[in-house]
């Protein structure tokens, strides 16, 4: 296989997956993980991929905000996981946020029915827990997003400010040690940072795909996470270049990850 047509194959998987690791194009295309990483180092100088920590992202994920349909069906197996160990850390008489997001929409569908105060900006999620009797659910208003499904903007921001919750579980596009976290829509990640400010304990509910990721725009720094819920396709290089910061990582299936 000529570069140029590896380099095309590289592109169109990565744009399908959504993410990929660099060992699993080693296996596929059958060069070495060196090729690999020069590959697409090419191509996100050419601006058709992006580079994360062992992999490769498309930029059709971190530039624009992807359809809730298409979020939906990517890395299911692994955003249940992390969905999965999260309710482990809901508790009787919680007050929580569930921002957006479809890990977070995955975490609603399995939520027992218990006494509970939800706090959210997202459609499905409100519409997820209305059959429960036990869970108070109080959604936020705002300017819809339609790929989202979501109420975000002024309206959104300072209807958050009325509340305070002792645990909110939001997720991001995007997680890297010096960038911090980060959304593809500049509206969302000004509410999840909200979410974050109104909240005693953040989890982040993030995928191994989203490390080393730097999506458009920003939402707080690590500092602002106190426990990250990853899955079990997460290994252990990908967490140790935030080994120096004070965030605990909890690994679906595992448990806490001591680096």
């Known amino acids: 296989m000529l570069v140029a047509e590896r380099h095309e194959k590289i592109v169109e998987v990565v744009n399908d997956k959504g993410s990929i690791r660099v060992s699993e194009l080693s296996q596929l295309f059958g060069v070495t993980e060196e090729t690999i990483r020069r590959d697409l180092e090419r191509l996100e100088t050419d601006g058709k991929l992006r580079r994360s920590?062992?992999?490769?992202?498309?930029?059709?994920?971190?530039?624009?905000?992807?359809p809730y349909t298409e979020r939906e069906i990517t890395n299911v197996k692994e955003k249940m996981e992390v969905a999965t160990e999260a309710i482990a850390h809901v508790k009787v008489n919680d007050r929580i946020i569930l921002d957006a997001s479809t890990t977070a929409w995955y975490m609603a569908k399995r939520l027992p029915d218990m006494p509970l105060t939800v706090v959210t900006n997202s459609m499905k999620v409100a519409m997820e827990l209305a059959s429960r009797e036990k869970i108070k659910v109080i959604s936020v208003g705002g300017t819809l997003l339609s790929k989202s499904l979501s109420f975000v903007g002024p309206q959104?921001?300072?209807?958050?400010?009325?509340?305070?919750?002792?645990?909110?579980?939001?997720?991001?596009?995007?997680?890297?040690?010096?960038?911090?976290?980060?959304?593809?829509?500049?509206?969302q990640a000004l509410v999840k940072k909200k979410m974050i400010e109104m909240s005693e304990t953040v989890y982040l509910l993030v995928d191994y795909s989203k490390y080393g990721v730097k999506a458009f725009s920003r939402i707080d720094s690590t500092e602002a996470v106190d426990y990250v819920i990853t899955d079990s396709k997460t290994n252990t290089t990908?967490?140790?270049p935030f080994k120096d910061r004070e965030i605990t990582f909890i690994r679906a299936n595992e448990g806490t990850v001591y680096l």
Do not use: W
């Open 53 to 66: 920590h062992g992999g490769a992202v498309s930029v059709k994920t971190t530039g624009a905000e992807a």
């Open 156 to 187: 959104a921001e300072q209807a958050l400010e009325s509340y305070y919750v002792n645990k909110a579980f939001v997720s991001c596009q995007g997680i890297h040690p010096e960038r911090g976290l980060s959304d593809s829509n500049e509206m």
């Open 238 to 240: 990908q967490l140790e």
